[in-house]
C-alpha cells in the first residue's frame, strides 16, 4: 500500500508561485508515474501534470503549460510541482497521485489510471 503526502500549498497573490511537494513512503518505482490533479471549485477532478518516474517524461494539461513545472527528486523520492504565473482559476484542491501500471513509458492525464491519492493541499490565488 503506498501512502502520499502533499505539501506546500497556501494563499498567494496573483501572479505569484507556489512549489507543491510530494512524498510517498516507502519509495518510488521506476515503473511509476506520478502526477498532480486539482479540483477547482464546482468542477471535476482534472489532470494538471504527470511524470514517468522512470525518465522523467512529462505531460501537462494545455491550460498549465509554461507555467508549472513537474520534477522528482530521485535521492529523496520527492516529486514536486512548480507553479508560476498562478492565477485565480487555479485555485482549488490539487492531489498527489501514483500510477503503479506500466505505460511503456508515457503518462497519461486520465485520473482513473491512478490508483493511490494524497489527502490533497489548498491552494488559493486571489
Known amino acids: 500500500h503506498v501512502q502520499l503526502v502533499e505539501s506546500g500549498g497556501g494563499s498567494v497573490q496573483a501572479g505569484g508561485s507556489l512549489r507543491l511537494s510530494c512524498a510517498a513512503s516507502?519509495?518510488?518505482?521506476?515503473?511509476?508515474?506520478m502526477g498532480w490533479f486539482r479540483q477547482r471549485p464546482g468542477k471535476d477532478r482534472e489532470g494538471v501534470a504527470v511524470?514517468?518516474?522512470?525518465?522523467?517524461?512529462?505531460t501537462y494539461a494545455d491550460s498549465v503549460k509554461g507555467r508549472f513545472i513537474i520534477t522528482r527528486d530521485k535521492a529523496k523520492d520527492l516529486v514536486y510541482l512548480q507553479m508560476n504565473g498562478l492565477q485565480p482559476e487555479d485555485t482549488g484542491i490539487y492531489y498527489c497521485?501514483?500510477?503503479?501500471?506500466?505505460?511503456?513509458?508515457?503518462?497519461?492525464?486520465?485520473?482513473?489510471?491512478?490508483?493511490?491519492w494524497g489527502q490533497g493541499t489548498q491552494v488559493t490565488v486571489s
Open positions: 497521485a501514483v500510477d503503479s501500471d506500466y505505460h511503456g513509458g508515457s503518462c497519461f492525464l486520465a485520473g482513473a489510471d491512478f490508483d493511490y
Open positions: 516507502g519509495r518510488t518505482y521506476i515503473n511509476w508515474c
Open positions: 511524470l514517468w518516474i522512470g525518465g522523467a517524461t512529462t
